[in-house]
């Protein structure tokens, strides 16, 4: 592993946030790479039909799985649409929500590597 993909994703960080368990660890990082996909297709859905409150809740829920997986770039973009959401600011969102797709595509080979063991 490069020292660039030891930034993206701390492996140390999350297990000292799943005290250790690396079982649990697999299984953390196992439904983040499920609940993504529905999560950000909320979002989508969210931004096409402008509607704060779903792009609130779905960034927020993204952001929570994200601060559990110690991935702070990524936490930073979804607080970030998550504040859009909960102002109603929709002209950013299409660009922020792309910021947020692009800092997880970053992480999904590290997180499919933990989630294997």
Known sequence: MDDKMERIVDRDAILELVGGDSDLLKEVVALFL???PRLFDDIRGSISDQNSEVLQRSAHSVKGALQILAAESAIEKAI????????SEFSKAEAAFKELER??????PELNQLAIG
């Open 34 to 36: 499920t609940d993504c």
């Open 80 to 87: 970030v649409l998550e504040l859009i959401g909960k102002n």
């Open 103 to 108: 800092e997880v595509e970053r992480l999904l």
